[in-house]
């Protein structure tokens, strides 16, 4: 696609070229036209004169009323573009690649609108889509850090989220290399799942290994932080983490700071057995372990 559109820029841009260079050798052209027939003309002809000279510049005029008019729609073009590159980005960043394309789809039919963040409603009826889907086979993770409340509270707002910020990349490489989808971060807590946005068969087992990979990843990161800053910087934190399969209904609410967000009994599940879990340790629910021995 960016190359047609570099193609067409390349033919448009030719075109300008021709148009500006014809336009200024027929000027000058006409320009010595008219100045031949005045010079051939006589004294007395004086309303020959202003005509003929008339002539050239009423067409310099008209060329360049023409390349104002041009530089205008490519002005105007070019803000169109920026804008709805600008608004393809924010909608990648915020949501993942169906309900993407849905949330573009109704911004172009008018029923949604995206200004700098913000998804409005648009024009609503009681026809209008709704960003929303249910899937029935998804596994739930819920990473919190224990102890952080305390440990943050005697630091620094940049230290703070200086460790959070490490701690989440972290999470964010392990979930790409598992091919977990994470839902967001809120606070010290962090969400994922499998099974949705994309259907995986083996969403359970390979969400209880994203768990283990985070919760070896964090035990090394805090061996780490305690070299750098003293033991007795990092002696009450830990991870703690909750996993539930089951019934997700995923979709985005059409209002202002708009995310993507998960709903149903399968992310209060998961959100109890995270506190209900013990520092280092993954807990599941029956359901996840019955498909964990499904599988084998």
Known sequence: MERLIFKDNQYVSLARVVLVTAGISTTVGMTLWAHSIA??????????????????????????????????????????????AKSSEIVATMFPGQFRVKVLELTRVGQCELNDGTLSE??????????????????????????????????????????????????????????????????DLYVACTGAPYAQADHAPRMCLFGRDISEEFVIFIEELAIRFGPDT???????????????????????????????????????????????????????????????
């Open 39 to 84: 010079e051939d003309a006589s004294e007395e002809d004086y309303d020959s004169k202003v005509y003929v000279y008339i002539l050239p510049v009423a067409f310099f005029l008209q060329q360049l009323l023409f390349a104002l008019y041009d530089w205008l729609v490519r002005r105007r073009t070019t803000k169109l573009v920026v804008n709805a």
């Open 122 to 187: 648009g024009s609503m009826d009681s026809q209008s889509q709704s960003l929303a889907e249910l899937f029935p086979d998804v596994t739930i993770l819920m990473a919190d850090i224990s102890g952080f409340t305390a440990w943050s509270s005697q630091r620094e707002p940049h230290q703070v989220f200086n460790f959070l910020e490490e701690v989440f990349g972290l999470f964010d490489i392990a979930a790409k290399k598992r091919k977990v989808f994470k839902v967001e971060t809120i606070g």
């Open 234 to 296: 990092t002696t009450d934190l830990g991870l703690r983490c909750g996993i539930h399969s089951g019934l997700v209904t995923m979709g985005v609410l059409r209002n202002e700071r708009a995310r993507f967000q998960l709903f149903g009994d399968c992310v209060n599940m998961a959100s109890r057995l995270e506190s209900t879990s013990e520092p280092g340790r993954v807990q599941l629910s029956r359901e996840t372990a019955d498909l964990l021995i499904a599988a084998g």
